[in-house]
Each structure stands twice: as structure tokens, then as C-alpha cells.
């Protein structure tokens, strides 16, 4: 079942294009996923990057969804590795966030990942800058930006302020979705594959 | 990787648990005996230990019961690995435990060998832990059914990301619960993830990035900036109050809609004082019975999987040399 691991080497020829997504809510980022799954194929791998909270979750359930799998998409923050085998090609959702960070590359170091990378299905892989080594070269990279406009507004605002502004910040706070905000979606894939196709 | 010893199916004789919790906080939660490398190196000292613990040779034990899943196939094989060497070389029967089955049952064992308080069948369990948050009716000892589980992430899994988030080390689930008892629970307000009433699933990930961003504002969005300990202590406060009304309520529900009375709690967050705290006084009216087994019970032991196994064996179950590891049961 497993296919030849690809050369990666500094050297390789693979040029990647990016391009920049702005997704207004979950459902909008869910459906990107799902989107982003039609073109996916058995070995593809699609490694998230994206802080605590940015949707990473989100996104692999709608390539879930795309593949065909229904139902909960539970965190595998704690279990590594959740398989699902009822869609059209088996997702492996794996999340990376136990393993050491601050560019300490574990590498493998018996996770047995690379079973899963090259295997039969698709991979995702939340937190995948914790082990970059074992990203295939053509895999889809994903880095998810919480919108969070209203973060960059420093306000220096007194506790008993203006009750006017304070409405205001709530007003727009409101618009813009407090827990729902925007999402910057940059993703970079091999260019060769002329689309989000980076299993072929 | 844990080994363990039980006599008469519940009287607990040794348990040993390879911890290396130690080594963890260097990393704020990384898990390095996940990897199977680890275990094939702690298996052979951790059983060895167990027997010598029990005072007892690998003679004197009638048969092997061994985790097949759910978790990480590697590390799954290495024990179902040994299990099957063990059984095939002495001829000893063994069985295989689903690990989520087991916790439930936990509350049977008996450390001191004297007795103990133990729920009547059927009963409700509420499993809590980094990477499971379930509620199941117990049937019998092999009989199952769930009534609700995550949607998303586990409540283990808010309490150890909420306390990395705060700069607090690991396991974030003990040193929340230490830090929350000088806090205020009301300082901080965060939506009860209900989903709607009597609803038994949960879902834990809006919580996790509610507090983030509380924190973020915190800080003005540096999250390099040290917190104040006061807003720390507040926030875990407010935070584990969160979760421990909303498993609360759930338990509390799951009794209503089964029409049972005893519910038991089990998993690593059921060490959590405050959790404790809160169903043993929701509990007593009505009939209805609060049960936990001792912390070093409620989180990952081989003991419960001992006891699983026996029942398993007494029904008559025998495990086959070309018996698989299952990384992903689908039960709970």
C-alpha cells in the first residue's frame, strides 16, 4: 500500500505558489476544507499551521466532509492519530501539538507517521511545524491567521471611560462576529500541480 | 505503559505505572513514552516490577488481559505484542480490553483487599480525560452503551491547553486545580458550553479559544507578556468552574433521562478536587449515589484493564495469536 517516499532535499525543483484566502466564519472555512478536499487524492497531505483557536479543527472537518466522512471530527490533540475510513479514500487527522516545539524537530521518533504519510489516504496534520522534517515536499501547506482586526486597536482606555466608545467597540465587535471573526487563509502548494492537488 | 497484578478479579495486588511525568513538564506536555521505542524498552522492568510488587512469579498468574485500543498503533502493538509472546510461551489464555471500557470499572477495584463501595448495574460513568469525554451506561462489566461523547476536544484537553496557554507547565489538570482554589470562579464569566438542554454530547473548543482571547486582551494581544498572578489564578478558577458545571449538569442529566441512580466518575480529569466536589453534592437526593475511585484509579492504569479481562475470560472470551491491534475503536 505504500507508495515511494519522495525525494526531499534542499535541492528540489518543486517552486510553490501561494495564495491568500480571507474566510468570514467557521462555516466559510469549513467549506474551503471542503473544497480543498475534491482535489485531494491517497497519498496527499495537507499540513495546518495556525495558533491555538485560528480553526485548524475547522478546516479538517470540512475536508472531512469533502472526502465523505460524516459525523464529529474529534480533537486528536491527545490521541495523535484519528482514522477514518468511512469516506471515498481514508482521512488520517493527525495533530502534532504534544510533541516538543521551538524547532526542536523530533523527527519521527516512533509516531510510525511516515506509514500514515505515504500510505492509502489523506493526511492531515494540525501543528505541523513540529516535525517539518517529515512533511512531504509536495504537501499543501496551510497557515490559518486569526482575523482578530479588533487585537491590532490598542486601546488605552480608562475603567470608568467614555460609555459611548466602549458601546461602540461592542457594536462592532458584534458586526465583525465576536467568535466568529475573519480568517486569512495562506496557502502554499506545489506548482506543478497547477491546484490544491498535492498528491499526484 | 502500566502493569499490574489483581487477585479474584478485583482485589489489586501491585500497580505499576511507568510515569515519566517528569520529563513531560521540560516540554509542557509532550509525551515522549507514546512513542512505541519507549515502550519496547519499559515493558519487560514495568511487568517484572508488577510481579515482584505482588510477590508473585509469572507462574502464579492464571491468565493476561492487555489493552488492543484505542490509541497509537505502535504503541498498542508493543503491549499486545508481548501479551501474545507471554500467553503463547506458557500457555496461559489472555484477552484484549477496549482502554475506554475499562475506566468505568475502575471504581470496582480494591487496593486494600477489604472491600469497597461499588455501584450497581446498570449505572452511568461519565469518562473525563485528554483525550475522551464520554458519557456511558454500564450495563454489566462487558456491556456498554454511550449515551454522549465530545463533539470536538475532551475536557482534559481545555484544561491542559488553557493552563500551557497561561504559562503554567504540565499536567496542566493537577496545577489548575491547585491554582483555582485561591481564585475567584466568578471573575470571569465564559459561556457554559450546554449545547441545549438534556443534551448529553459536549464540546470544549469554544472554551479553549474563549479563553485565549481572554487572555489576549489581557495582554493586548502579546502573549509574550507575563500575567499577572492574580488574573491567572481568576481565570483558572473561572475556567475549571466552567467545565466542572458543565459535566455537572450532564451527569446530572444522563441520571434523569436513564432513570438510573448511581454515577460514577472515571478518567484523569476525575481527580479534579473541584469535580469531585461538585457531584458528591449534586448527588444524594433522589436516591442517587456519587462514586470515584482514588486518583491513581481515575487516570490510565493497568489495573483496570486487569479487572476488564477477568470479566472478559469469565464470560468465556479468549484471545487469538492473530488477534489485531484496533488504534481507532469506534465504541465512545
Known amino acids: ?200 | 505503559m502500566g502493569a499490574a497484578v489483581l487477585k479474584d478479579g478485583s482485589h489489586v495486588l501491585s500497580s505499576v505505572i511507568s510515569s515519566q511525568d517528569e520529563i513531560h513538564s521540560l516540554y509542557g506536555g509532550i509525551v515522549p513514552e507514546l512513542a512505541s521505542r519507549r515502550h519496547i524498552e519499559t515493558v519487560i522492568p514495568v511487568v517484572d516490577e508488577a510481579l515482584q510488587q505482588a510477590s508473585v512469579t509469572m507462574s502464579d498468574i492464571d491468565a493476561i488481559g492487555v489493552t488492543q485500543g484505542p490509541g497509537l498503533v505502535g504503541s498498542i502493538l508493543v503491549g499486545l505484542s508481548f501479551a501474545k509472546a507471554v500467553a503463547y510461551a506458557t500457555g496461559k489464555p489472555f484477552v484484549g480490553v477496549n482502554h475506554i471500557e475499562a475506566h468505568p470499572l475502575a471504581v470496582f477495584l480494591d487496593d486494600a483487599g477489604d472491600g469497597v463501595d461499588t455501584p450497581e448495574f446498570p449505572y452511568v460513568a461519565l469518562v473525563v480525560s485528554g483525550g475522551h469525554t464520554s458519557l456511558i451506561q454500564v450495563n454489566s462489566f462487558t456491556d456498554f452503551t454511550v449515551l454522549g461523547k465530545t463533539r470536538d476536544d475532551a475536557a482534559g484537553e481545555a484544561f491542559d491547553k488553557t493552563a500551557k496557554l497561561l504559562g503554567l507547565g504540565y499536567p496542566g489538570g493537577a496545577i489548575i486545580d491547585k491554582l483555582a482554589k485561591e481564585g475567584n470562579p466568578k471573575a470571569i464569566h465564559f459561556k457554559r458550553p450546554i449545547i441545549k438542554k438534556g443534551n448529553l454530547e459536549f464540546s470544549f473548543s469554544g472554551l479553549k479559544t474563549a479563553v485565549m482571547q481572554r487572555v489576549k486582551d489581557e495582554c493586548f494581544g502579546d502573549l509574550s507578556t507575563p500575567l499577572e498572578d492574580g488574573f491567572v489564578r481568576d481565570i483558572a478558577a473561572s475556567f475549571q468552574e466552567t467545565v466542572v458545571d458543565v459535566l455537572t449538569k450532564k451527569a446530572l442529566w444522563a441520571l434523569e433521562a436513564t432513570g438510573l441512580r448511581d454515577i460514577v466518575i472515571a478518567g484523569g480529569v476525575a481527580c479534579n478536587s473541584r469535580l469531585r466536589e461538585s457531584l458528591s453534592a449534586a448527588t444524594g437526593d433522589n436516591g442517587t449515589r456519587f462514586f470515584a475511585a482514588p486518583p491513581k484509579f481515575c487516570s490510565d492504569n493497568a489495573a483496570m484493564i486487569a479487572l476488564s479481562a477477568h470479566h472478559h475470560l469469565e464470560a468465556g472470551e479468549r484471545g487469538e495469536l492473530d488477534m489485531n491491534a484496533y488504534p481507532s475503536i469506534k465504541v465512545m
Open chain 1, 1 to 200: 500500500m505504500s507508495k515511494e517516499p519522495k525525494p526531499k532535499t534542499a535541492e528540489s525543483k518543486l517552486r510553490r505558489s501561494v495564495k491568500s484566502f480571507v474566510t468570514a466564519g467557521m462555516a466559510a472555512t469549513e467549506e474551503f476544507g471542503k473544497r480543498l478536499a475534491e482535489g485531494l487524492s491517497a497519498g496527499s497531505v495537507v499540513a495546518l499551521r495556525g495558533e491555538l483557536g485560528a480553526g485548524k479543527t475547522v478546516l479538517a472537518r470540512g475536508i472531512a466532509r469533502g472526502l465523505g466522512v460524516e459525523g464529529y471530527l474529534k480533537s486528536p490533540s491527545f490521541t495523535i492519530i484519528n482514522e477514518y475510513h468511512e469516506g471515498r479514500i481514508p482521512l488520517y487527522h493527525i495533530d502534532l501539538y504534544r510533541l516538543p516545539e521551538g524547532g526542536a524537530d523530533c523527527g519521527d521518533d516512533g509516531l510510525a507517521l511516515e506509514e500514515y504519510l505515504y500510505g492509502d489516504g489523506v493526511c492531515v496534520i494540525e501543528w505541523a511545524e513540529r516535525a517539518l522534517s517529515l512533511i512531504p515536499d509536495d504537501a499543501v501547506m496551510i497557515t490559518i491567521t486569526y482575523g482578530g482586526e479588533l487585537n491590532e486597536v490598542d486601546l488605552d482606555l480608562a475603567e470608568d471611560g467614555p460609555g459611548d466608545i466602549k458601546e461602540e467597540i461592542e457594536e462592532s465587535k458584534e458586526e465583525l462576529g465576536a467568535e466568529d471573526s475573519m480568517r486569512t487563509l495562506r496557502v502554499s502548494f506545489s506548482e506543478y500541480s497547477g491546484s490544491c492537488n498535492g498528491g499526484n
